[in-house]
């Protein structure tokens, strides 16, 4: 748990929430800002309907925190709309506790459907903490970070710009000491396959600079389920290790180029140096070439430079809404 989700939390308990209550609410708060009943009984393991969901609500309700929208008569969703509750999470500028569409609301509560079956997985909640996490963790330039200009109403006040602001839930993942990232997108309801493509593509350089990418795709559909897998390993697959002869070839090519000596390319050079750019100018390869230009040769423990690592899930949501907020029973 980091140090800003320590605070956040103990600030809702202080207020009066209980630690589970304050642990949920933070989840929702940093993730979606809408959420049901049945999620928070899903977060809690709470089997069924009882006091303890409606002391939640009752204290949510007293504070003023929240707008209930209503669907039926046993089901609705709640909003915490309010900025004294941004405040209390240490988030007070949140765009969350803006009104947003049917569609957009759909996409947030199939996060917290996925969230509250997996509260424990280490969440990445703000912006700071994602940008902290892929500059640090993987070397990466914040030039290639998703992120969107808001313009002020008035000129003056000039833009400001967040990262990623398609808010879709991240996580630190480790597995084979490979330290990655796991990306949970919600499919758009209203738009559905195209919409992740476009999202794909433009996140294109970020995921392909992470060793160990795991996604989670969240969809009512196995057949658009399995065309985003396809898709995903197209751009991300591929083999698992890359041969040490390749690389040092590439480092040789790379100290000719950097010492102006391209008249020494040959025409099969170029086009290895064609080939194989992209994926050995990944700052992953720095180290192993500040080695390489130190030492002449790689160690042999070197001989085998592993891949990244991909992994695939189709998570489907439980929470679904037919338009007009009508709930699916």
Request: charged share 20%.
């Amino acid at each position: 748990m980091s140090i800003e989700q320590i605070s956040a939390v103990e600030n809702l308990i202080q207020i009066g929430f209980t630690p589970r209550e304050a642990d949920f609410l933070y989840l929702v708060g940093t993730h979606s800002g809408v959420f049901t009943a049945r999620q928070y009984r899903t977060f809690g393991g709470l089997a069924t309907r009882g006091g303890t969901q409606q002391q939640l609500l009752d204290k949510l309700d007293k504070y003023q925190f929240i707008i209930r929208i209503a669907l039926t008569q046993q089901h609705q969703i709640i909003h915490l709309s309010h900025k004294a509750f941004y405040r209390a999470i240490l988030t007070e500028d949140s765009r969350l506790r803006r009104g947003m569409s049917a569609s957009l609301m759909r996409q947030r509560l199939h996060y917290m459907d996925y969230i509250a079956l997996n509260p424990d997985a280490r969440y990445l909640t703000t912006e700071a903490q994602k940008i902290e996490y892929l500059t640090q963790q993987f070397g990466l330039s914040d030039a290639i970070l998703p992120r969107q200009v808001y313009r002020a109403k008035d000129a003056a006040n000039g833009s400001s710009v967040r990262f990623f602001p398609e808010r879709y839930p991240m996580f630190i993942t480790e597995a084979e000491g490979y330290a990655g990232l796991g990306i949970v997108y919600g499919e758009d309801p209203a738009n559905r396959f195209a919409s992740f493509r476009r999202f794909v593509l433009a996140n294109r350089d970020l995921f392909s600079q992470i060793p160990s990418l795991n996604f989670t795709y969240v969809s009512t559909s196995s057949g658009r389920a399995s065309l985003a897998c396809a898709l995903l390993r197209s751009l991300f697959g591929g083999p698992d290790s890359v041969h040490n002869e390749d690389m040092k070839h590439y480092f040789r090519l790379r100290q000719m180029y950097e010492n102006n000596a391209l008249g020494s390319f040959t025409d099969a050079d170029y086009a290895f140096w064609t080939r194989n750019h992209k994926q050995y100018s990944a700052l992953n390869y720095e180290p192993l070439f500040a080695e390489f230009c130190g030492q002449t040769s790689l160690s042999d423990s070197s001989l085998v430079v592993k891949k990244r690592m991909f992994s695939f899930c189709h998570f489907i949501p439980s929470t679904t809404l037919r338009e007009g907020f009508e709930a699916e029973r």
